[in-house]
């Protein structure tokens, strides 16, 4: 079985400045995928990135990073130069044994 | 954005009307899936299918059923709606066998649909 937490329920950030939410897992697979998604109010959830666990290199995505710690089961998403359109939910996930499994979200102001 | 598809947006509808959730989508996906998300909830897995014909129970009980007789098109039906279902239903697609590791395993979504039973 697999579990996603996310300890951060609602976190803000100064327009342009950089922020860095939390995520920690739980898997019994030896492969498998983690995944940041955005939820933006009434909008469509859309992926921001995706590490794979075989890597040891952290994945980019231009103003987002990940900071990917497998053996402390950590996988923390830092936003960059914040802008207003980042604002949203911010889900963590797992996927393994053909299932992915969602954290509780993270809600993300932007204060301009 | 992903090229997955659902319909209606926003339903409201009275206690013990059938309806149907459609979804579809064209980036050839052989797996598809239904979650139901409470607002600013998490997502939790209601079916699931990996491909034509094939159709299984997620994580969640839900009364709805679900077909999948087109590889693009996965529709969920509620055969006698009532109040506790009210929900966001999100429909979402991955690659499947004919795509490269990493792609297979990454799901995208559709916009959701809204519904309220009264």
């Known amino acids: 079985a697999q579990t996603v937490t996310q300890s951060q329920p609602e976190m803000s950030v100064q327009e342009a400045e950089t922020v860095t939410l939390s995520c920690t897992y739980d898997t019994s697979e030896s492969d498998y995928y983690l995944f940041w998604y955005k939820q933006p109010p009434s909008r469509q959830m859309i992926l921001v990135i995706r590490q794979e666990a075989y890597k040891q290199q952290n994945a980019t995505e231009n103003r987002f990073s990940v900071n990917f710690q497998k053996a402390a089961k950590s996988f923390s998403l830092k936003i960059s130069d914040s802008q207003l359109g980042d604002a949203a939910m911010y889900f963590c996930?797992?996927?393994?044994?053909?299932?992915?499994?969602f954290g509780t979200g993270t809600r993300l102001t932007i204060i301009p | 954005e992903a090229d997955i598809y659902q319909t209606p947006r926003y339903l409201v509808i009275g206690t013990g009307k059938k309806i149907t959730l459609e979804c579809s989508q064209t980036m050839g996906h052989d797996k598809m899936y239904w979650y139901q998300q409470d607002p600013g909830m998490e997502l939790h897995l209601i079916h699931y299918?990996?491909?034509?014909?094939?159709?299984e129970k997620g994580d969640l009980s839900s009364e709805s059923t679900v077909s999948r007789i087109r590889t693009e098109h996965f529709p969920l039906t509620l055969e006698s709606a009532r109040p506790s279902h009210t929900s966001q239903y999100l429909c979402?697609?991955?690659?499947?066998?004919?795509f490269g590791q990493g792609a297979r395993e990454t799901q995208y979504f559709g916009p959701g649909t809204r519904l309220l039973v009264l």
């Open positions: 996930a797992s996927f393994g044994n053909e299932k992915l499994t």
């Open positions: 299918s990996y491909g034509v014909n094939s159709t």
């Open positions: 979402a697609s991955s690659g499947g066998r004919n």
